[in-house]
């Protein structure tokens, strides 16, 4: 007894002077370097929690509660991605609601008798649901550059929480914040041209998302007089476009890329143009992903360009199709012939040696078969056959698995036309065998277009894709 006894003394004495020995070396860096590590070891763990705890507190006045802020942003910053992951996991289990308090009033709140008593309860209930987290969440948004802070906060949060409940539930309560903080009302529409702040244009070469910019030259060519390009700003990121989007103004509907972005091209007159083509959406900000901003700047442009060129009547995008190769690969790996006619199987077998027509369709769709003429041609009305039927059939839970094609019909677009290869590019190729959509904005039914698809799964199209759709 006596023994177990003192080795459990001896336990405890080791584990205490470990934790203090933690402690005096972490206070010990602190004060010859004034930071803490940047992997956040455990000995600077209490430490950061007390420093999160004083935010909460906001002991003193507001110059006070802006220095704490302040300081541990600052930490937050310096920290590495191991270090943020923790830091990042301590908010959000160590200052989430007090689930007790929460348990009372709602016990109190069954009680409540009259409107009075019942009220002043409901009130207690919203305070008490108000996290100590989001508090502290709020308080970096008063610091310069708060905004731009806790979206990038957001995107380590998408990056770093994995399935942790926590890191979960912190990333909802900063998209919750952040999706009223960034509301379209609240959002600049700005004009991008070749004159803008250099900053700025800098910002658009490394933020396109969709056809690379691959020099000045490029970016001059896209900002030339047949082209608009539109971001929409916050005032409290004043240097940061949080979304932009590229038009160029054409006679008739563009049909590939390669026509938009070829630097020889000559300009078309504005004021002849009949088309506004929408080339290129790009979100900027990781941090607000899943806020929708895009479908705002399209309908917004749209405006604007209707106001500008009276003679522009049609607004088209010439849209990637991201997930197509990635779906058709998954079938043709699997040997899955029934996406082919009987007819397709035996063209397709023509064209190779392959164990099957899906086999020498792989083959094919890995080699430079688009250079080969008698090859395109055999496979442009298999493919483009192929494509409706992605497009049309298949969905989960009624929406287009495609998320640039689920994107634009739920903005109330219409499917009016696919483009054989509209995109040679290894990029273009890679994703969607160089194809290419147009999806059409009738303003005068968007609203029937997204009511269709959102309740029904209804995706609207022209008559041509309808018949592509229809051999389905």
């Known amino acids: 007894m006596m023994r177990s006894s003192v080795e459990s003394f001896r336990r405890k004495s080791v584990v205490g002077i470990s934790r203090t020995w933690r402690e005096i070396k972490g206070r010990a860096r602190r004060t010859f370097k004034g930071s803490i590590h940047p992997d956040l070891p455990r000995e600077d763990i209490d430490y950061l929690r007390t420093k999160m705890a004083e935010c909460v507190e906001g ?36 200052f989430t609601v007090d689930i007790d308090s929460l348990i ?4 109190e709140l069954k009680g409540a008798t009259g409107d009075i008593s019942r009220l002043n309860v409901e009130h207690r209930l919203r305070k008490a649901l108000d996290s100590p987290r989001l508090l502290i969440l709020r308080h970096f948004n008063t610091l310069p550059d708060g905004f731009k802070f806790l979206v990038d906060m957001r995107a380590d949060l ?34 991008m041209t070749w004159e803008s702040p250099a900053l700025l244009l800098e910002k658009l ?14 970016l001059k060519n896209r900002l030339d007089s047949d082209r608009r390009c539109f ?10 476009p949080l979304i932009f ?38 979100n900027t900000q990781k941090g607000l992903a899943g806020i929708s901003l895009g479908n705002f700047l399209i309908k917004r442009v749209a405006g604007r ?46 064209l190779g040696t392959g164990e099957n027509a899906a086999d020498t369709l792989m083959s094919l769709l890995n080699s430079g078969w688009h250079t080969d003429a008698y090859t395109r041609d055999t496979l442009e009305t298999i493919l483009m056959r192929l494509m409706a039927r992605y497009l049309f059939t298949e969905k989960k839970d009624r929406r287009a698995i495609d998320p640039v094609a689920h ?38 039914h968007i609203d029937d277009n997204h009511e269709a698809y959102a309740s029904e799964g209804v995706v609207p199209a022209s008559k041509a894709v309808k018949d592509y759709a229809r051999s389905i």
């Open 407 to 444: 994107f634009h019909l739920s903005n109330g677009a219409r499917v009016e036309r696919i483009n054989w290869l509209a995109d040679t590019s290894e990029k273009g190729l890679a994703q969607s065998a160089g194809m290419m959509v147009n999806y059409l904005y009738s303003l005068k």
């Open 59 to 94: 002991k003193g006045g507001e110059a006070s509660a802006r220095a704490r802020t302040e300081e541990l942003g600052l930490i937050y910053k310096n920290l590495s991605t191991k270090g943020k992951r923790i830091f990042l996991r301590r908010l959000a289990q160590d």
């Open 231 to 240: 971001a929409f700003f916050h005032g409290k990121m004043p240097y940061e």
């Open 104 to 107: 009372g009033i709602l016990e």
């Open 245 to 282: 989007i590229e038009v160029a103004l054409t006679r008739g509907i563009a049909s590939t890329i390669h026509q938009l972005l070829d630097e020889a091209e000559e300009p078309v007159d504005p004021g002849e143009a009949d088309t506004a083509v929408f080339y290129s959406i790009s």
């Open 305 to 350: 360009l209707s106001e500008e060129l009276p003679t522009v009547k049609t607004f088209v995008t010439l849209s990637p199709v991201p997930g197509f190769r990635k779906w058709l690969d998954g079938k043709l790996t699997a040997g899955d012939q029934s996406i082919f006619t009987a007819k397709e199987v035996l063209e397709i077998n023509q």
């Open 205 to 218: 070469i490394l933020y396109e998302a969709v056809h690379e910019i691959k020099s000045w030259a490029d």
């Open 158 to 191: 998408l990056e770093l929480g994995g399935d942790d409940p926590y890191m979960e539930s912190l990333e909802k309560d900063l998209k919750y914040l952040l999706k009223n903080w960034f509301d379209v009302g609240l959002l600049e529409l700005q004009e």
